[in-house]
């Protein structure tokens, strides 16, 4: 989500520079600093929330003859 809405400023900056108007690159790089700061505590509290997932044992050819009825 983050890469794309980078891709979206670049985009919406590029057309605005073609339409001859300027943008400080001040401001750009502002808005994907606080993006990069926001999304690094989002990843730090989720990480703390959220408990390991654990998988099933996977199935291997004994398990499904056993499924299968006789």
Known sequence: ML???FL???GVT???EGLDQHIPK???YFAMAFSVL???LNLRLR???TAPVHLHNAYDD???AKA???
């Open 68 to 70: 299968l009825p006789t």
């Open 8 to 10: 979206i400023l670049f």
């Open 26 to 28: 001040g401001y750009i």
């Open 62 to 64: 004994q398990d499904e």
């Open 47 to 49: 990480k703390a929330k």
């Open 3 to 5: 890469a794309l809405s």
């Open 14 to 16: 590029l057309i605005a």
């Open 38 to 40: 926001v999304e690094i």
